[in-house]
Structures are given as C-alpha cells and as structure tokens.
DNA sequence: TTTAGCACTCTCTTTCCCCGAGTGCTAAAG
DNA sequence: CTTTAGCACTCGGGGAAAGAGAGTGCTAAA
C-alpha cells in the first residue's frame, strides 16, 4: 500500500531530524519546523498511522518517534535528496589519492583511511581479482652465492617476486632453461589449474633442477591465492566511539571485535549486479552484529581485471545521503585513476542498490 | 632512601593485587592473604608510610590504596618475578609465526595480530631498516608494448619491482645496455646520496634512453624511503575496551584515536642500547595520551640489516611480568626465524630497560 | 478533516540516605 | 620500641523517592 504524499513528507521529516539530533522526534517539533502548516495533533494522527505500518517505531509510549529499518529503507529509496559533495571535499578526495596511486600496495589503506576520516565513521577497503589470475610470465634471475629472484608478472599484470635461497649460485644457462620451460608449462594456469601432477610434470621435462621448480610453482600458487581475495583494510574503527548509538560499552567492543577480524569483513554487502553503490540497513543484514547497524559500500574498479569495495559502517542513523555520494566520488576517482584517466566530474549520481529496491528521485 | 624488606614485601603484595583485581588493596586484604603474620593495623602503619614516599596512591580517604607510576617502577625493576610464557603459548607463538615467515610484506601485520591475541592488549609492530640501505642491484625485463619490468634488489636483500608503462617496447639491447650503466653507477647510493646531480649524470652517459633512468632513480629512491621507515600496524585496538580503566567512553575514544595515527605511533619508545625490551610506565611516557597508560616493547632482529618492534599499550595496571615474557618470547622467535635458526627454549630471560633502571632480581 | 484541550504515561535527573569498607589515631600489650 | 586491638570518622556507591518534562492518545468541538 503506498503511503500519501502527506505521510512521505512526515516521515522525511523524522527521518531527517532524526539523523540530525539522535534524539526521538515528536510531534510538535515536526509541525513548526517541517513547514507543512499543520497542527501538531494532525502529525500525531499520521505518526500514529506511520507507526503502525511499521515505517517509524516508539521507544516508549511516552517519547518522539524514531525511524524502522522499513522507514529508512523508504527514505533511501524514495525520499532522500541525493547529495552532491562539496568542492572541498572533492578537492581532498583528488589530494590524497592523485600522489598514492602510483603505489599500489599501500593503497587499499590509504583509500580505507581517507574513506573514514571523510565519513567520520570506520571504513573497510579491500580489492580482489574480477576473474581468475594466471601468471602470464616468469623470470628469474640469478644472484651470487645465495640463489635467485623469482620475478613473476601476472594476468593483471602486478608484478611478483621472491628471493629463493638455494645455497649455491646457480648456472645462468640453466635458469634460462628453467624459464623457458616455466614460461611454456604454468603460464595461464588459474589456481585451481595448478595440479601437484602438473607440476611435477614440468619437474620432470627438466633436468639438474635442484628442486628449484617446485619452490617457483608453490610460490606462484601462494601468490594466485593471495591476490584472489586480498586482505581487508580497517580504519578509523575509534570513530565509532563518537556515536551515541555506540556510549554502550559492551555495544562498542562487540562491534570493534568484528570490525576487526578480517574474515568477517569479506562476508560484508557488496553491490549486485551493475550497480556501483549498496546500502544496507540493520536486519537487512545477514551478519548478527550488524543487525542494528547500517553498511553502504561502494564497487570500484581498480583496473586490470580488479576490482575494489569501499565501505562505511555505521549505526542505522546515518546520513545516507551523503555518505553515499562520498563513497560513490572516491570510487569513481579510483575507477578514474587506475585507467590513466583524469579526476571524474563529481556526478552522474549513481544508482543505488539494496532489498525492496524503489525508484529513485532524483532532485 | 631504600625501603626496608617488609615494606617491600608490602608493595609487591599490593601491586599484585591491584594487577589482579583493578580494585583497591586494603590492608586486611594484605594482611589475610600476603602471609606475612602481621596484624591489619601493622600493615596500616607500613601502609602509610608507603604513600608518604610516594609509592602508592590513596583514591579517596576511606578507600584502600592503588600503586602509583613510582611504585609500579620499583615493581618492574626490582620486586616483579620474570614469568616465563607457558609451553601452550610458546607453541601458539611457533605455530602462528612459523608459516608466516615466508613472506616477509604481511609479517608485520601478523606479528600484531598475534601479539595482540595473545597479550589482550592492543600491539603495535613496525619494522624499519638498521642502518641506511642502498640498492644493491638493477634488473630491466621487458614487457610487450607497454614498457618494462623494474626490478631492485636492496642491500638488505629484499627484492622491490615496478611495472614501467612506456608506451612503446624498448630494444633488448637498450635495457641491457641501461641496466649495466645503473649498476655501475647508481648501485650502493644511500637515500641522501641520490642526488638530482647524480641521476642526470647517469642519464647523460646513456643514449636513447627515453627518461627511463629517471623513472627508474625516482622509484629507487622512493623505495629507499619507504623500506627505512616501515609502516606501523597497530592490532586489536578494541581490546582496550575490555579494560575497566577504559569504560570511560572519552578516554577510551581518545586513546583509540591516538593509536590509529601511524605518526604518533612511530614516537613510542624504543629499547635502549643493548637490550632488547623496555617498559615505559604512565608518566614516563612522552605522549600526553598515555600519561596514564604503559607501554611495553621490544625488538628484534629481522635479519638483513632490519629491525622490529613490537609493542603493546595498556593501562598501567597491567602484567607486565607475563606481557615482558611474551613480548620478549616473540621477539626472539622472530629474530631465530629470521636468521634461518630453530625456535628459541623459552629462555634466557631478557634484561629491562626504563626509567631509574635497577637490578632485576631474578627469581 | 482538522484542531484544541487534557489526562496519562514513562523516562531521566536530582536528591537524599544508608551501608560498608577502610582509614588514622590512641592506648594497651609484647 | 614495635605490634596490636579498638573505635570514631570519612567517603564513595547504590537504591529509593520525588519531581520535571516531553510526548502521547483520546475526546469533543470547529
């Protein structure tokens, strides 16, 4: 059943003083601010019918009304203005990735910090490979008395290496050999592909190996593996702390704990489909401890066949709107980024994603 | 003034009980439990002495007594019995680290994890190089129609690589002739003697070379800095808020927010000369944030011209017996890992350094 | 359909009071 | 001189009681 424009407008009006204040919002506050011209009784008919279709909840009989996880799913979904950042915030946001991503490796950080300090609550970053990694070349190289350098490119074309001590300095024709024989017989294999018989295979085509090719093959395995699911990044997990919803001490540590382990962070709500944004809103997550918690993440791609989540986590109470626009600007000053291209206008406004999908309206 | 045996006895019955319990020791509590054979009012007399001097603090008048930074030192220094880490931990510790020691790039991360787990304290582990490194070595591979491979074997012998987009596919024999010309002249440089001067002379020694040196001497010199200066990893922050002195949402807010700033973290104390771990007690500490907090770190050899720190902050209140023996446990274990050796016995027990330093007893 | 009025409910804060733990002091005992 | 028993005193913590305030739901009138 859909609700009146009347009805939309009130519980806008909740859900907007309610994000700002964290206080229960009554009747009376809505009618002299909300501009509706009408009595605060009026409102307290429509809270109560609001109420009773679930959209707004009461924490005791004798307090202001707060949003369901059902209200802010209509907000954000139909009600909510969508939020363009600021020129400063852009500005930042261009800062601090233009002079890091010439790194890779301690990107994922820096893109989890910048994401917290901006949104004020704690943000995770990971990236993992969109489709299966092979490793497209090998060399090696030889190094006096102690051994050789693997040096690996793969599919995505990161580059890999590994000192191999061997304990004698091997002969260049016979690394040559090695490599031409790697580069033949494991190139383009994906993890799973990676067979011990294949391997040894290969073992056997070569000989006077010392072993070497098993260390090589276990060692591009390991890398496949590592690059498929990197790990996840925490920060600003402290930031939590500053939110009422989170002054309960055993609330706060709980959710520190989880935030914490990383495999719990890979089970995290990731956008579906083609859509670039997704916010989930405490029970519509799976996690227990998120049932009272709100996530939004954001999908970017991170070039050569990787791909990357952004994500904020934070109580149900927050400002989805921008929050939202500014995960959905770093992703697509990343996505900008990593394919050479130059900072992204800050718009078109994304499609968001999430349960009972509604049509947006764009303002 | 030294303190007679019994009113050592005293302290050390206090501090333990206070370690324990985080509650205020009372002398009847001393009295029934310490086995000195003295009389609560006995233990009162001693008691106040005790805080005259400065070595316990009094909450409130009618409430028991609480070390203070002064007698939590002579704890530490003279009156605390060295633990050693049970056999279960000792295996956790091989467990956990042996695997992981592979690989050296998520080790740092780990070795916090781990230590954090174990202590229950947030712990922070950084590693940095010993001395100014250099490279040790340059090696250019090609790479179809998009530039080369960079790779750089420090002189600690890690191995560094960048792919270089170009653009074009440079000759074989370019990169040969490059690669020669970089070894003999920018090999062995520390990061304060790659000189802008120094580059452009190498680029001048070397026809068509398409800037590649340059890009190469950036990278080289951006890898310098960034190995002498790891970054720092801070683990298990929540844990703090297991801590009864930090159910204090402001401080524990505060503290949390401290410890997610790699740059203050790099500010934390150090071991000094010799010896391998150092406990800093509240006051000690330089930071305003930790006045009324511990450290305790320690350091170890990461092999290769590297050193280690691993670190855990804590309220004053802590163990610093059995934290000191797991930190040093830890310490020493990466240390034998890291120079190819067995794990360590559990033992010999380490020397402590800090303030007003003065001769362990070792029990 | 909207509004004014009003009794009612419930939480939050403040105040007050009592309880208990622990102290410091004094005076007696070893 | 040191140790101990006894005792009055102090102070924080916890719980009950009371009051204030915000907001509701309902009824009746506009």
Redesign the pocket.
């Known amino acids: 059943m859909e609700l009146t424009d009347?009805k939309k407008k009130i519980l806008r009006a909740v859900v907007e003083s309610y994000i700002e204040t964290a206080?229960?919002?009554?009747?009376?506050?809505?009618?002299s601010t909300a501009g509706l011209?009408?009595?605060?009784?009026?409102?307290?008919?429509?809270?109560?019918d609001l109420?009773e279709e679930g959209y707004l909840e009461?924490?005791?009989?004798?307090?202001?009304?707060i949003p369901s996880a059902k209200g802010y799913r209509l907000y954000v979904n139909e009600l909510m203005e969508r939020h363009r950042i600021s020129a400063e915030e852009a500005e930042e946001i261009n800062a601090s990735l233009k002079q890091r991503l010439q790194r890779l490796d301690g990107l994922i950080s820096d893109v989890g910090k910048l994401t917290s300090r901006l949104t004020n609550f704690p943000a995770y970053a990971m990236a993992s490979a969109a489709s299966p990694l092979t490793v497209k070349r090998f060399e090696l190289l030889p190094v006096e008395d102690s051994g050789l350098i693997l040096v690996m490119m793969l599919s995505n074309n990161a580059v890999k290496n590994k000192l191999v001590k061997l304990g004698f300095s091997p002969a260049p024709d016979l690394l040559a050999k090695l490599s031409t024989v790697l580069n033949a017989s494991l190139t383009g294999l994906t993890e799973t592909e990676f067979t011990p018989e294949k391997i040894e295979a290969t073992e056997r085509s070569v000989a006077g190996e010392n072993g070497i090719v098993s260390v090589v093959a276990g060692f591009a395995l390991e890398e496949l593996i590592k690059a498929r699911d990197s790990e996840a990044y925490v920060a600003g997990a402290g930031k939590l702390l500053g939110q009422p919803e989170y002054q309960d001490l055993g609330k706060a540590h709980r959710m520190l704990e989880y935030l914490s382990d990383s495999r719990e962070l890979k089970q995290l709500p990731q956008p579906e489909g083609d859509s670039k944004i997704k916010i989930t809103i405490g029970p519509e997550n799976l996690a227990e401890e998120l049932k009272d918690s709100s996530v939004i993440v954001a999908r970017y791609d991170a070039g050569d066949n990787m791909q990357g989540l952004i994500g904020v986590v934070g109580p149900t109470r927050m400002d989805y709107s921008s929050v939202a626009a500014q995960l959905s600007y770093i992703a697509d000053t990343l996505s900008n980024l990593s394919r050479g291209g130059a900072m992204p206008l800050p718009g078109p406004l994304p499609r968001l994603t999430g349960e009972n999908e509604g049509d947006p309206t764009e303002k």
């Open positions: 009347r206080e229960p919002v009554g009747s009376k506050a809505i009618a011209g009408l009595s605060s009784a009026t409102i307290r008919n429509e809270l109560a109420t009461q924490p005791h009989t004798s307090a202001g009304r």
